[in-house]
């Protein structure tokens, strides 16, 4: 792998960015974003659907558990609701602190209740606990793979979950002390199509693509449902949850695909001054079929014209991929982190206006890797791309 991007490097990517924009003839407008909205007025529980006993508002935090510290004999779950009803997310961007001191709790979503008069839920399930474990995915009542902290997973019906990629090195943010089990966390959950990414902290933890469509019923594959809060069954549980936020995406999305296949450059066009600057690394896998490294493609920085994705997308289309650099410009309050050099970085295109994200940070002064409405990665820069993929916008507002 090379070494990460200079300063000196970084100046060649942006020129070229916004050379590849000249191309087009177009200029980098972003396009309109949902803001965000509180789920919790911070005085009481109106808008959701509590247990009796198990849930109430203590210094103005959402906080589950028997209020004398008694053991919760079976895990409950609180709806959040609308309108006296249960309330549907489908795209969403869902942010919330949290604190817990034993035990585990979770924040469902894309979820259905097994029965309309209880608390009892299944479906995706973003892992809350006092140790390392905050930031996978579970899912509770349901059928599909658990994807473990670190790792980009594709399920597919009859073949179950494959992990494909890594998306953080588990030994690294635990280095990092990404969770401190004694202090507030942020949980961060982003849901588009069938793509869904979790944080911890800003430090991705999870990219999870669900194929699995085998089957008609609630326990395959959700592409809508409810959001709720998670009690867990424990001695002395108590589990605290403060501002709540949601954003909903407008857009109705297209399946993701990882638009590399971990083993070469089949669906990338090469630049036709200096091909020989691209090259692609393969993953590689033990004998059990577990993935031991993972690919990636890689630049030694040489040519003027960009590697272009040679897909067929659309004009509206989200791109996201993890690129090495640790020198790239730093903005204040960035809300995520890079991981170990890995930074990531997210365009959201429509109709060729693209809207740029570096490491969770909406970054304007960052032009887009688009030519003439293509993913175009640049040649000058000598840099490694891993978990490339594309999430098609099959309509937007």
Request: hydrophobic share 35%; glycine share 10%.
């Amino acid at each position: 792998m090379t070494s990460p991007i200079s300063r000196i490097a970084l100046r060649w990517l942006v020129l070229l960015c916004i050379a590849a924009w000249n191309v087009t003839g177009q200029t980098p407008v972003s396009a309109k974003e949902p803001e965000f909205q509180s789920l919790f007025n911070g005085q009481d529980l109106t808008g959701w659907d509590p247990q009796p006993g198990l849930w109430r508002v203590v210094d103005g935090c959402i906080e589950g558990g028997h209020p004398d510290g008694g053991r919760v004999e079976k895990s409950s779950f609180m709806p959040r609701q609308k309108d006296g009803q249960d309330a549907v997310f489908r795209n969403f961007h869902f942010r919330a602190e949290f604190w817990i001191e034993t035990s585990n709790s979770g924040v469902q979503y894309r979820s259905y209740r097994l029965h309309p008069k209880t608390w009892s839920v299944g479906g995706y399930q973003y892992e809350v606990s006092s140790g390392l474990s905050t930031g996978f995915l579970y899912h509770q009542n349901h059928s599909g793979p658990n994807v473990s902290v670190g790792n980009s997973v594709i399920n597919v019906a009859g073949q179950g979950g494959q992990v494909v990629g890594q998306v953080a090195d588990q030994k690294w943010l635990y280095q990092q002390k990404f969770r401190v089990p004694t202090e507030w966390g942020r949980c961060d959950i982003v849901c588009r199509g069938n793509h869904i990414a979790h944080f911890v902290n800003g430090y991705p933890t999870v990219e999870f693509i669900d194929r699995d469509e085998s089957t008609p019923d609630r326990k395959r594959r959700n592409d809508e449902g409810i959001l709720a809060l998670q009690i867990h069954s424990a001695d002395a549980f108590r589990v605290r949850y403060r501002n709540l936020y949601l954003k909903e995406f407008p857009d109705r999305f297209g399946d993701a695909v990882r638009v590399f296949n971990d083993t070469d450059l089949t669906g990338w066009k090469k630049p036709y001054d200096a091909p020989e600057a691209w090259s692609a690394t393969a993953s590689t896998r033990d004998e059990r079929g577990s993935l031991k490294s993972f690919g990636y493609l890689a630049c030694r920085g040489a040519g003027t014209q960009p590697l272009v994705l040679d897909v067929n997308h659309g004009p509206a289309y989200v791109f996201r991929c993890q690129v090495t650099g640790g020198n790239w410009p730093a903005a204040k309050d960035a809300p995520l982190r890079e991981v170990a050099g890995w930074n990531l970085l997210e365009i959201t295109v429509r109709n060729g206006k693209p809207a740029v994200e570096f490491n969770g940070l909406r970054r304007d002064d960052l032009p887009a890797f688009v030519q003439n409405g293509k993913v175009a990665l640049p040649s000058q820069v000598a840099a490694e791309y891993r978990n490339l993929v594309l999430i098609p916008i099959e309509t937007a507002e």
